[in-house]
């Protein structure tokens, strides 16, 4: 079983930032995708970024787009998730997924490795 390693996360106010990192550790195929997803009571679990060593251009899904931006390690397999700009909507449970490249899914279905998630919460 694949672990994956998160950090970051946690409360901040309207207009905040945070950062949320993954590492994927002991990674040996030639290309990953690392991609977040959010998830509240409730609701599905909705896609947020997705990023991968293909060369192709971070996907974000439209709620986030200009407010988030991922970056990638290569070297270390690992991808952060740069969260500005927080609004009360993005409170939710955040984790991130692993999966051999080079095309990096937006969807769910498109990763085998979760991570734990962690929780971040924005008040007003």
């Known amino acids: 079983q694949r672990q994956l390693v998160e950090s970051g996360g946690g409360s901040v106010q309207t207009g905040g930032s945070l950062t949320l990192a993954c590492e994927v550790p002991?990674?040996?195929?030639?290309?990953?995708?690392i991609a977040w997803f959010r998830q509240t009571p409730g609701k599905e679990r909705e896609g947020v970024a997705a990023?991968?060593?293909?060369?192709?251009?971070?996907w974000y899904a439209p709620s986030v787009d200009g407010r988030f931006t991922v970056s990638q390690d290569k070297g270390a397999n690992a991808a952060y998730l740069h969260l500005n700009d927080l609004k009360p909507e993005d409170t939710a449970t955040y984790v991130c997924?692993?999966?051999?490249?080079?095309?990096?899914?937006?969807?769910?279905?498109?990763?085998?490795?979760w991570g734990q998630g962690t929780q971040i919460i924005v008040s007003s």
């Open positions: 997924a692993a999966d051999r490249g080079p095309y990096c899914s937006s969807r769910a279905t498109g990763y085998q490795y």
């Open positions: 002991g990674w040996t195929y030639r290309s990953i995708c």
């Open positions: 990023t991968g060593t293909g060369g192709r251009t971070p």
